[in-house]
């Protein structure tokens, strides 16, 4: 079993749509739970970043992390256009001598106007 | 403007001939870091830093060298490339070693 798993998509939606998005870790130890944005040509830029369970929400962006089940989502309202990109699920350990962000392969998300 | 530069942003090159890619930061971070990213295997981690003069192995480490002599600074090196190290990559930095970590805007290597 991977580390971190992530819906890879492609996932299209309509403007205005609530976009989804997902991951399952393995690793109890996590701590840290980030979402990263990537544009094409671009490095990941970070979203949101949660430690340990509970939600966030910074204006259409909404995390949430569930220890329990080991899932963390990322919500965002009223997509737009301008949302199309790759996001990527990141995770760490608090204290980890390594500082290792352990990844999701990314879900490709694309806003059609 | 906090960033993490990253240069050359593109280099095309041959096997065997050392190159070196350079990163600077001007956040005052003490942690450094280098990642390749590659399709269907994400984004892992070839090095790492803790603070100058302190550097450790990440996940793919082979073929690769870094240095830190000073805080902003954290080239990467590679003394003799080969084609399976073509890849894009990443220097990232964070305030401390936990956390979230801010990359630059990547390196696109092609090594023929």
């Known amino acids: 079993q991977k580390e971190v798993e992530q819906d890879p998509g492609p996932l299209s939606v309509p403007e205005g749509a609530i976009v989804s998005l997902n991951c399952t870790y393995s690793?109890?130890?996590?701590?840290?739970f980030m979402w990263y944005r990537q544009y094409s040509r671009k490095g990941p830029e970070l979203l949101m970043y949660t430690y340990s369970s509970g939600n966030k929400e910074d204006g259409r962006f909404t995390a949430q992390v569930d220890k329990s089940s080991k899932y963390i989502s990322l919500f965002i309202r009223d997509s737009q256009p301008s949302d199309s990109a790759t996001y990527l699920c990141?995770?760490?350990?608090?204290?980890?001598?390594?500082?290792?962000?352990?990844f999701g392969k990314g879900t490709k998300l694309s806003v059609k106007p | 403007e906090a960033q993490v530069t990253q240069n050359p942003r593109y280099l095309i090159t041959v096997t065997g001939k050392k190159l070196t890619v350079t990163c600077s930061q001007n956040m005052n971070h003490e942690y450094m870091s280098w990642y390749r990213q590659d399709p269907g295997l994400g984004l892992r981690q070839i090095y790492y830093s803790m603070n100058v003069e302190v550097t450790d192995k990440g996940d793919v480490p082979e073929g690769y060298k870094v240095s830190r002599k000073e805080k902003r600074n954290f080239p990467l090196i590679l003394e003799s490339p080969s084609p399976n190290q073509t890849s894009l990559y990443f220097c990232?930095?964070?305030?401390?070693?936990?956390?979230?970590?801010?990359f630059g805007d990547g390196t696109r290597l092609s090594i023929l």
């Open positions: 990232a930095s964070s305030l401390r070693v936990s956390g979230p970590q801010h």
């Open positions: 690793n109890s130890a996590f701590q840290y």
């Open positions: 990141a995770m760490t350990p608090d204290g980890g001598s390594q500082g290792n962000l352990i």
